[in-house]
């Protein structure tokens, strides 16, 4: 366990990376918006590995909830996660308060075009604007050598890719594999907020996406008996679904024929608790 640095303003965060950027050390940078797990933990040792000086955000960012009891209910628990944090040495933690990310007159925000609108975007109208346009300021203030990201938010990864190249950024952008539960849930801060019989029932989610690779290896080539299936077998659960599609892992649009790799992905609500979960299918997987 080691000594880490809490630092909650602009200048001092940018300050200190950049003495640490002259000195020609690498530096890796988690953002993440707290309530840590096991994935995001995963993220940070990826970082510690690959660099030299490990950064982590936590900053529950308002302009990327497009339902204010979301956002009021979303889990926070600053001591744990700095007790986290301080167990895998991480350098240090970027907390900063919204009126520090936003000052009264902040005009700034960033359009990410069609991207934005494909399937999280049709349910969340906003949502990647405002994580584009928080991570486009983290990105000023923690100029990193490398920004570590999970693939559980695949689009969220696709987007971040998308305007870090746009906007011309030195940075690395690295997709780290999700983490997941015994039962194969993916680790998410608001599974903390499911009732004990909505975490029984939602384990539906990773279920349905084994199913799809299950279909396709034995030889079905039409997504939409894929995605029927998928839809069967989560509606038999009783969530509430948002969109279960295959798509093609570099644009995103959907697959007419699934000849070659595709991406599922599922999105569904447990009374207000959103899950989110996808998963590479493998024509050719056995
Ligand atoms: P969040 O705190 O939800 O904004 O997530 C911060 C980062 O952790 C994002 O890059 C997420 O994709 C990543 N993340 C969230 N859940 C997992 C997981 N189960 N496995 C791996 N990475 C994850």
Redesign the pocket.
């Known amino acids: 366990m080691s000594h880490v640095e809490i630092i909650a303003e602009n200048s001092v965060m940018r300050d200190t990376i950049e003495k640490v950027r002259a000195k020609g050390r690498i530096v890796g940078f ?11 933990l ?2 940070i040792e990826e970082a510690k590995n690959r660099c030299d000086v490990t950064v982590v955000s936590i900053f529950v960012n308002p302009l990327q909830f497009d339902e204010q009891c979301d956002l009021k209910n979303y889990p926070r628990d600053l001591a744990a996660d700095i007790s986290s944090l301080q167990q895998l040495s991480v350098d240090y933690v970027f907390t900063p308060s919204p009126e520090q990310m936003y000052r009264s007159e902040h005009c700034m925000s960033v359009d990410v075009g069609e991207l934005a609108h494909l399937l999280e975007g049709r349910f969340r109208p906003g949502h990647f604007s405002g994580v584009a346009t928080v991570l486009m300021k983290l990105f000023h203030l923690i100029p990193a050598n490398i920004v ?6 695949y689009q ?2 696709k987007v971040v890719q998308q305007v870090v190249e746009d906007s011309n950024l030195p940075i690395e952008i690295v997709g ?5 539960e015994e039962d194969g849930l ?4 608001r599974n903390r907020l499911l009732s004990h019989e909505e975490r029984q029932r939602a384990k539906c989610v990773f279920e349905s996406l084994e199913l799809a690779q299950k279909i396709v290896a034995e030889g079905e080539r039409d997504p939409k008996n894929v995605i029927h299936k998928m839809r069967k077998h989560l509606h038999r659960a009783g969530v509430k679904i948002d969109y279960v599609a295959l798509v093609n892992p570099d644009t995103l649009y959907p697959e007419k024929e699934l000849i070659k790799n595709a991406l599922a992905l599922v999105a569904v609500r447990m009374g207000s608790i959103r899950l989110i979960d996808n998963r590479l299918i493998q024509p050719g997987a056995g």
């Open positions: 988690v953002p993440t918006m707290g309530a840590l797990h096991a994935g995001h995963s993220l570590f990201f999970g693939t559980k938010d969220q990864l780290c594999p999700t983490v997941r993916a680790m998410s801060s």
